[in-house]
């Protein structure tokens, strides 16, 4: 009897066997169809059938399916949208610190949007301040939160949009989702030259025995830089931590102390914190 390994030819033949039978047999359910095909895929990467990257693109495609939009979404506290009843200036600065090519172009709230502005139109405005913005924008796409990501994509292509607003059962925006978003489901992180790591901007040392955070810095990450112990039962971030031991919405300049810690209010509005001035107490 031959105990010669089985050919690369014979493997790719027996990979694409079981992957056909997927399609000529009925299934018992989707799931366990789904499952039987992650383990003929993984089979085919071990045996150097496909690539590890092809494999992990098709794992990837395959999950998307699984996916809901507020599963990618960002959330609506950290959207950044520019409100055009603010100082012209003020929001055209934040654009272009911001390194984002699209903002929702809201009315002095999220839920009042206008539209959406691209980034590169605002070289008419710098050309020419006394254009009104709002006849630049282009429509706004709402999605709901339970839309399919692999719908959301197929919207994406046939429209030929690269972002969508994110609503609530009750009409309300709940966040923001990009192509990029999606595509990175499939293909991994996509990096241009305006990413950066964020996360190290959270927590910024001052000089003066202060540091600046910012209030959507996870409660995880506000312990491992400081060594802390904060922990809070209904909220993940420092901004939802000081919220809810102020019992209120606090103000710019309040200050309150928690486990050691002085937290000052630097900027916020009426419905959240923003930014918190941090020194060791």
Same mark, same amino acid.
Request: hydrophobic content about 35%.
């Given at each position: 009897m031959s105990t010669e390994e089985p050919s690369s030819q014979s493997r790719k033949q027996g990979f694409f066997d079981r992957i056909t039978s997927h399609f000529r047999d009925e299934p018992d359910d989707e799931g366990t169809a789904k499952n039987d095909l992650a383990e003929a895929l993984s089979e085919a990467r071990a045996s150097g059938v496909i690539a590890a990257d092809a494999f992990s693109m098709i794992e990837g495609a395959l999950k998307v399916s699984d996916l809901r939009a507020s599963d990618l979404m960002i959330p609506r506290a950290q959207?950044?949208?520019? /409100?055009?009843?603010?100082?012209?200036?003020d929001w055209i600065r934040k654009v272009i610190e911001s390194g984002h090519s699209r903002f929702p172009a809201v009315e002095g709230d999220l839920d009042e949007v206008a539209g959406i502005l691209h980034a590169k139109d605002l070289l008419k405005l710098l050309?020419?301040?006394?254009? /009104?913005?709002?006849?630049?924008?282009?429509?706004?796409?709402?999605?709901p939160e339970s839309q399919p990501i692999n719908v959301l994509l197929k919207d994406f292509k046939a429209t030929r949009s690269h972002l969508a607003l994110v609503i609530d059962e009750f009409g309300s925006i709940s966040g923001l989702i990009t192509i990029e978003d999606v595509l990175e489901q499939i293909v991994g992180d996509i990096s241009d030259e305006f990413d950066r790591d964020d996360s190290k901007a959270n927590i910024v040392p001052e000089g003066d025995g202060t540091w600046r955070v910012r209030a959507y810095t996870p409660i995880e990450q506000f312990n491992d830089y400081f060594g802390a112990r904060?922990?809070?039962?209904?909220?993940?971030?420092?901004?939802g931590l000081v919220t809810d031991r102020f019992e209120?919405?606090?103000?710019?300049?309040?200050? =309150?102390?928690?486990?050691?810690?002085?937290?000052?209010? =630097?900027?916020? /509005?009426?419905?959240?914190?923003?930014?918190?001035s941090v020194e060791r107490h």
């Open positions: 959207v950044d949208a520019v /409100d055009l009843t603010d100082n012209q200036n050309i020419d301040p006394k254009i /009104d913005p709002r006849t630049m924008l282009r429509p706004a796409r709402f999605i904060l922990q809070d039962d209904y909220c993940e971030t420092i901004g209120h919405v606090p103000k710019v300049g309040e200050t =309150i102390e928690e486990n050691g810690f002085l937290f000052r209010i =630097i900027r916020g /509005d009426d419905r959240q914190v923003e930014l918190l």
